[in-house]
């Protein structure tokens, strides 16, 4: 099982291989900083997907490489056999596959969501450090003491020392039922930045966040829902916001 799983690379990797693929300027992504966000999330997705895929096919060759002596024994005693027969038989194979293909699938699902907030954390880290702003993931001791913050603006140093004069963000790709649990409330004179590209916002999570004192920033579209509500705001205007 665990060598079917090899051919998927790790988180780092897809993000270079993607990057390099999209080619971004720095004037793209700092106008259009929510749809660089969504390009990118969009094209990481497709290509893990695809070295999912892969490590199925991985799984298949495996398979058969090590039951090929019954296969093939199985095969040839088919051949011969009415058709109702063949097939019966031949469903017990693949049935017996299929149960590799349940874990395997389990497996990448798991895989699938601790990746998916990692990758989007590093996405923004990425563009936000090539469109000149400074920025950090915490490590070390204030990564144990910000569990729920992901990234720092401009630096650990400066977070520690004058958190006044930091900017804290933590990144959910989707607002789950959990998500306040997840996410820190605003201390005193402190910002707090949730970055989301869900594509549903509801009024009831909006006015949750506002009462957690966080700025919540969203796909573009949805801020227009929220016209009244200046701390909804759209992912395209991050760039501007962060600048210290």
Known sequence: MSRSKEKIPSVDEIIDLIWKKLKFTKDFVRKNFGKAILKFDEEVTKEFRKYEQEAIKKLAELYVRSNQSKIRKKLKYLIEKKEEEFI???????????????????????MRKARGGKTFEKVIVKLLNFIDVKCEMPKGRLKEKLKRIDIVIPSEEL????????????????????????????????????????????ESKAKEINQMGLIVFVRDEIKLKFKSSPWVRKLSDLPKEVKL
């Open 88 to 110: 019966s038989k031949l469903a017990e194979i693949f049935h017996e596959f299929s149960f590799w293909v349940q874990q395997l699938e389990k497996d990448l699902g798991n």
């Open 159 to 202: 977070a520690l020392k004058k958190p006044a004069k930091a900017i804290f963000i933590t990144c959910k790709r989707t607002l789950r039922e959990r998500w306040k649990q997840e996410v820190p409330s605003a201390g005193p004179n402190q910002r707090v930045y949730l970055i989301t590209i869900d594509d549903e916002l509801s």
